[in-house]
Structure formats: C-alpha cells, structure tokens
C-alpha cells in the first residue's frame, strides 16, 4: 500500500495503519443479512429490450436522453442492481453516490415495516411551524449526532440545491448584520428587497471555482462550471469564480510544484476577493466542495483548503463546504473535510445524497436573527429523517467508515495495478474511502470502457472530460472488488 | 347563496347549481372510515407546556421564531391536528395547503402498509438516469391523469420552489431556441455558459407581478415580492414585474372599475414587456399564480388571465402559471386556472403541496431538445408520486372536486353571514373550494382573531398584511364548518 493517497492525506496514512489490521473482520459481518447475488449476470444488452420498451414510453412524457435503464427495485439487493431485463450489475454508482447503505437494507425495511414510524410517512408536516413531537431530540440523535465537529446548528432542506440556496443566504445574512453594526435595517431596504434592488438586495456575490457543481437551483448554478447542458441559455448572476487548484500525485514527489499550485491558486481568490469589492459585488461567501466530484474527482490538498480559511476569515466571508456527494462517510471519515484539519469549523456545510434528507449545518454567526428567513412549506421531510437514523445505527454498529476507508484503500491498489498495466490507457488513479476515479485518455474511450464494463456486469459513473467514476455504498467489501477487478481487466484487454 | 363568487367565477355559478343538489350525501360518506374527534378539544394555552419546552430545546439548534406548536402526528386525524399537550384542533391551515385528504387517511396508511410499494419508499432512484420498472405507466395514471386540458409533458421535481426554478429553465430554452432559429448553440455561446456571461448565459428575464409568491431559491424569490423576512439581504436579478389586478367584490356590481383595472394591469404588462426589451433584458417568460395566495389571496378575473395569455402569445413569451397553493383540487377543479377557460393550455405549470411531490407540466415547445438540461440527482420521488396515486383515487371515487367546491361555497356563506354580522371587522370573504379568506381591518385585529380562534380549536393561517387564509383538505364537510362559524362567531363577539 503505497500509493499517493496516503501521502496527499496524513489522516489516511494513519487509517492505513489500522485499516491493515482490519483488514478481514468485514467479511463475516454477517449482522447485514442481505442477500445478495454471489456476483453480476447480464442476460441481454444494456439496456435490454424491456427498458427500451419503457424508455420509448417514458420519452413520449419528457426529455431521456439520459436514462440508463429502468430498474428492478424489488430485486436490487445490497451492491446490486437488477434492471427491468433481469441484468444483474454490480452498482459502484449507486444513483449518483445516493445510496448509502444497499438496495433494500434491512435495516431500512425495518424502519419501514415499523407502525411506530407510519404516521411521519404519511403526514408531511410544515416544519418550521408544525415540528413533529421531540424534534429537537430526533435532530440531536441523527444530524447533530454527526455534525462537523464544533457546529450545533442544522437545518434540513428537501434537496442538495435547495440546500446550497439556503445555506447561502445565512452568508449574505450575515455579511449584511455585521455591515449593519447592530442596526436594524432601514426602511428604505425593507421597501427595496421586494423590488429586487440595492440597499435591500444588495450587489453580493458569492465565489466559487472552475469545474465545480452545486446544482441546479439559480443560485446554486451560478458557482456551477462543469458542463453547459448545465448552464446554457439560463441567466445567471456574474458571481466571480477562482482557479481550483490541479495537483500533481503522488503529492510528495512534486511537492515544490503542488505547493506553487495551492499558493497560485489562493492568490487568485485574494484577487478575485479584492476585484470583487472595487466592482462594487463584494463576495459575502466562498463556496466549493471539499473535492470536485462532477467536475472530475479533483481533490485539493489539506494545505489548500486551510489557506482557504485563512483567506475567508481575514476577510470576514462566510466558507461554504458543499458536502452533498463527500459527506455521510462517503471518504472514511464522516466528512471529506475532516481530512484537513481545519482550524476552525467551516461556517456552512451542506448535505443530501446518502444522507437521505438534504440539509446544512452552520455556525452560529450564520443563523438568522427572525423566523421565516431560511424556511419554505416542507424545508425536509422527517420521514427521511427517521430513516437517517438507521443509516447511521449502521455506520456506527458495522464500523462502516473504517470499512470505507479500507475498502478505498484497496480499490486504490486495484486501480493502481491496472493503472501499471495498462499505463496508455488508464492514469491518475485517486479516491478515498468509497469515491475513486480513474482517467482514461479522452471521453470517447472512457465511454467506451464504461460501457464495456456495464456488459460485464458493472456499473460505473463518469465525470470531468474523461473520468470514470465509481461511487459504492459504504457496505461494499474486497469481494466485491475483486469482482470489480476481475471485470475491468477483462474490459482493457479489449480495448 | 348569492355571494360575488357566483358572479365572478362563471364556471363557479354552474357548481353552485349542481352542489345544492349534492348538498347532502357528503354527510354519509362513510368509506372514508376516519375515525375524527367529533369537535375541537383545547386544554392548554397554545402553545401548552409541552410544546413550550420543545420549542425552547429546538431553538438551540435552529430559529424557531415562526413554530406554532409541536404536532402528535400519531394521534392527529382527518380534519383534526392533535398537539402534543392533547389540544385537539380543527385544522383549517393543514400544514400550509399541503394536506390534501386529511392526517392519517386510510387510504395512504393502506399504500405505507402494502409490502408491494416498500422498495419504492427504500430505494430512492437518481430518477433521470435510473427509474423504476413502468415509470411511465405511474406518471401515467398520476400526474397525467390529472394534467391541464392539453398538456401531456411531465416533470417530478422534490419541492414547490425548483419546481419553478426548472419550469424557468423551459422558457429559457425555448426562447433562445426560437432566436437561434434551428441552429445549433455556437461555441462562444457554450464556453460563456460556464461563465455566468453572455451570450451563454443570456439577459433575459422573468415577469412577475407585485404581491406574487412563488418560492425561496434565487430564481423563485425573484418573482416573489410579498414580505420583506423572505427577500432582504439576498443579491436578486433585478427583473421586472407589473401590478396584480386589485378587484372590487363582487365583480359584476363593479364591472366598470373592474374591467379597467383588468385593462390597466395588462397595459403595464405590456409596457413592462417593451421597456425590458428595450434595456436589454427580454422577458422570456410571464409567471403569475392563478390566485395570490401568499400575496392576500388576491383573485384574478378570467378575463384578466385571458388578456396575460393573448399579451404573452403576441410576443412569444412563456406563460407560467404557478399551481403549488391552487391545485390539486383545492379550487374544486383539479387546477385553479380551469376557472379561466384560457384558450391554449398555459406553457408551463407547477405544482407542490397537495400533490405530494413537486414538480410541473409542460407544452411541447417547453420540452429540452438535449439530455440533462432539467436534471439533478434526485428529481422527484417516486414514492410520493405513489402516495398521490391513492389521494387521486380518493378524489374520484368520493368525488372530493364537487364536494370541495359545494363545502368552498358553504364557508363563502359563513364568512358572509359573520361580515353582515360583524361589518366592522370582517371584509372581502371571498373563495373558492377549500381556499377562502377574509380581511381583517389590520394585521393586529386579524392576528388576535387568529390567536382566539386557536385557542377555541380552530387552526386557520394568515396571508397579505391583514387576511385570515384558510387553507381545508378536500375531505372537509359542511359540519366541519359548522363548528368553524361557531368559534368564529365566539371570538368575533370577544374582539
């Protein structure tokens, strides 16, 4: 176990150390109790001819050009997914990295199946009025229960985007109070917010980084810049954006380079910062994810992000860490960004995917000062929630984030190897803990490996120009891997 | 029965006819099977000691300035919500328009108990790429089941506000599609796009009206000019938006004054429509609700809506019609705008709330051309869409629609009967199934009759600066209301 994980992330050197220990347990950790297919069988083409009987069908009510296939969700098991043709294909996608635990857990069915929890299913409440019974306790036992360390604050959303809007504007909240000096504000800026314009929607910005994504909301599209299906034709605020830094691996052998790289890169948001302000759009936030998943698992050292701090707190803007596809273990640790040891914890941190339930933490300097600020009539759904709670009995019962980050470990050491063997194909193999991504020598032959794969039984994302991406429950295990493996070998010698 | 609706709403007069004959078989309607406390029970003040405490624990974690009082959800049961110190009240609010048959129906505890749909609440897809076996068939005998007069375009989205954010984004498209004249996106257009800059992200914009409400994400908030709490402090694009007709009730007996408001408003449309060409910023879309709820519940005429349509199709511009509050039935038509006998069917609709998912219908040339353009990882949820399957079934077979506008009618007499009672307090009762309101003469008056009314087992809401919104599922009967115009009647005589 060698590769430049371990070196680019201390944490990870350190789980290394105890995830090698750890190495087997996993296996007879039978307490799952899902039964799962021993390993892939794929009877047809994929799609086959019933999901392109429903595609046509589908098609005739929107847009799917996207579609995939259509799924079989009473027979996905665990890591499995079986598509409506009876395929049965190892799911390292997983709806988008949505899926923490398996297909059909039994956990969840449990949650499901239990009268206790009937009632939170079938009445949706308003929840900033109309809060169920013991809410705060149900927050505490669930979200709370995980939140980065040193924030208490949370508040849930329906989804991802909604989530980043959201936590948003707790920054122009508070970028604006402290602008304010205690003062209430005027009634010239209450007249004005309801006519869109300055003092009471203020010229803010919000800055964000080259190939980020954060959805698909306006203001969440605006610090989006991977993909133009995205973005095109859409007005957008002219919010500024900042390089993202392209390290080098392993980080140590080209540490002069990768060091330069961070310092470049911090000294080009200190600009945009600065320019902002003299264009009169001050930046209220600076929002990125922890790595850049749809903009082609692009990870920034621990030393980037720290800086970032710095930057955010010398100029007092808020630091939005975008969590939604990294967080709920998805890296080894509960949060990406514990990997880098910040000083302090970031003041916004938004959440959904395996989380079930979006949502964000914030620090206190973030919270609003009235009701009614950062609410809409559902703002979540409890039932998600409840079903939260399982999720994270499970993390913590089957120790699924050391699981994660020795699983990570040794799909790393697959890529790797295949990496060694197939050097003009494959490159820059990276991941932590269930997020891994190889790079293929342009799009056209990581679509076409993609979906060799997936004829084998696998299915795989992609991302960036030409990555394939794998996003796995945090119930994966070797085996599975070795499967994996196996199949990916088998794809490259046809290439 | 000879209220303004009668006159204003000419579809309503011909309902008016056919609901005195269906007046009673309501009451016998007994395969509804809920077993609802006979009338309202409050022991406590309310908020009681229970939710006090609940309340201050909550607060630690979020604002709860805007919790009325914390829900047993258990034991709450048709029209009746049951706090947690045992206050049993009749829900005339129903969690902000969003319950659609009632706390706890048989019929949705039937869909949450059938092992048949557990896959569907435990396996949520990443709807774009990978939906359920039949998912057209379910959309089918759902949302299009129940789609506008010539609509046969569907979208599930998770909330009411990107619901709107993504039905935007079809009026985007379609007007940049119809200024490229076939052609395909140029390369300029495409790399500005990841920008934020034109002409990738064009200058075009959205009128609204004043007083609108349409959501809390940035795009949505710009079309939302009511409270201050909701806006103040977050950048917005400066769009236009033109005045909402203020009508005189009833109409008929201001026919005069009414048609020239009507005329008045559609000219500034018109003018807002040119001045934004002129500036630059083209109006892609007109987006309105059928009746502001938000805003005061300020209905429009037929008329009116018919000229927006006219304004919006001489100048090739987007009609979107925001249903969240209005569908499902609630006006005793499915959507709010059947009243409107608009021509065409409108572009773009979106609904929430009573639906249980978000989401919205389209016209054809509304429809994405590429993959991926409406899009996110979620989009929807299937198991809502289930849920509604048995809400849409129960509105047939009971015929919830004609029931809601016959039971809509009875509280327009009640609220009329208590105005002539009460000429000093109450004014502009006015309705439509089980959306009704009336004006108190300030927000203070109107705050301490809700305060009143609550503590006598009546939870109604509030909307505009100083009107009562009462907001009934559509399983509300004519009894139901008899209590409400008791309390009503007792805290009138107190105020």
Redesign the interface.
């Known amino acids: 176990m060698s590769t430049h994980l371990l070196r680019q992330f201390p944490t990870l050197k350190a789980l290394g150390a105890v995830s090698r220990e750890l190495r087997f347990p996993w296996s007879y950790l039978s307490t799952l109790a899902v039964t799962e297919p021993s390993s892939p069988a794929v009877k047809t083409a994929i799609p086959g001819p019933k999901s392109s009987t429903?595609k046509r069908?589908?098609n005739?009510?929107?847009?799917?050009?996207?579609?995939?296939?259509?799924?079989?969700?009473?027979r996905?098991m665990g890591n499995y997914?079986v598509d409506?043709d009876g395929n049965v294909l190892l799911d390292l996608f997983t709806?988008?990295a949505?899926?923490p635990l398996g297909?059909?857990?039994p956990r969840?069915?449990k949650v499901?199946?239990d009268p206790v929890n009937?009632?939170?299913?079938?009445?949706?409440?308003?929840l900033?009025?109309?809060?169920?019974?013991?809410?705060?306790?149900i927050?505490?036992e669930t979200l709370?229960s995980v939140a980065p360390r040193g924030i208490?604050?949370?508040?849930t959303m329906?989804?991802?985007?909604?989530s980043v809007?959201?936590a948003l504007?707790g920054a122009?909240?508070a970028?604006?109070?402290r602008e304010r000096g205690g003062s209430p504000?005027t009634q010239e800026?209450?007249?004005t917010?309801?006519?869109?314009?300055p003092p009471?929607?203020?010229?803010?910005?919000v800055l964000s980084f080259k190939n980020a994504f954060h959805?698909?909301?306006?203001?969440?599209l605006?610090l989006s810049?991977?993909?133009?299906?995205?973005?095109?034709?859409?007005?957008?605020?002219?919010?500024p954006?900042a390089t993202f830094p392209t390290l080098k691996y392993p980080l140590e052998e080209f540490a002069d380079e990768n060091n330069a790289e961070d310092a470049r890169c911090l000294a080009e948001v200190q600009d945009k910062i600065a320019s902002a302000k003299r264009a009169g759009q001050p930046v209220a936030c600076v929002a990125t994810e922890p790595m850049q998943c749809e903009g082609g698992d692009r990870y920034g050292s621990p030393n980037f992000f720290q800086g970032l701090q710095d930057i955010c707190q010398e100029n007092s803007i808020a630091l939005l860490l975008d969590e939604v596809q990294t967080g709920a273990g998805a890296s080894g640790k509960f949060w990406l960004h514990e990997h880098f040891y910040l000083r302090d914890p970031p003041n916004l941190v938004t959440f959904?995917?395996k989380m079930?339930t979006?949502g964000f933490y914030y620090t206190p300097d973030m919270?609003?000062?009235?009701?009614?600020?950062?609410?809409?009539?559902?703002t979540g759904d409890p039932s998600k929630v409840i079903m939260l709670k399982a999720v994270l009995d499970v993390i913590k019962e089957e120790r699924l984030l050391d699981r994660t980050a020795d699983t990570g470990i040794y799909m790393i050491e697959i890529l790797m190897a295949a990496q060694n063997k197939y050097p003009n194909l494959l490159s820059n193999s990276r991941g932590l803990g269930s997020l891994a991504a190889v790079d293929l020598p342009d799009g056209e032959s990581r679509d076409k490996i993609v979906g060799k794969l997936r004829s084998k039984g696998i299915n795989v994302g992609v991302c960036g120009s030409r990555t394939m991406r794998l996003r796995s429950t945090l119930t994966l295990e070797r085996k599975h891997i070795d499967i994996f493996a196996d199949r990916l070998h088998a794809a490259l010698k046809e290439m």
Chains 1, 2 share one sequence.
Request: charged share 15%; net charge neutral; proline share 6%.
């Open positions: 429903m069908d589908l005739l009510i929107q847009n799917t050009d996207v579609v995939h296939f259509f799924v079989d969700y009473d996905s997914i409506v709806q988008i949505s899926i297909y059909n857990h969840i069915m499901l199946t009937l009632a939170a299913f079938a009445n949706r409440p308003a900033g009025m109309y809060p169920p019974s013991e809410f705060a306790q927050l505490s709370l208490n604050q949370v508040q329906a989804c991802g985007a909604c809007e959201h504007k122009f909240m970028y604006r109070r504000p800026e209450i007249e917010s309801l006519l869109n314009t009471g929607c203020p010229k803010l910005s959805g698909r909301t306006m203001g969440a605006a810049h991977t993909k133009w299906v995205h973005k095109l034709d859409f007005p957008s605020p002219c919010w954006f959904a995917k079930l979006g919270r609003p000062t009235e009701g009614g600020r950062i609410f809409n009539t559902w």
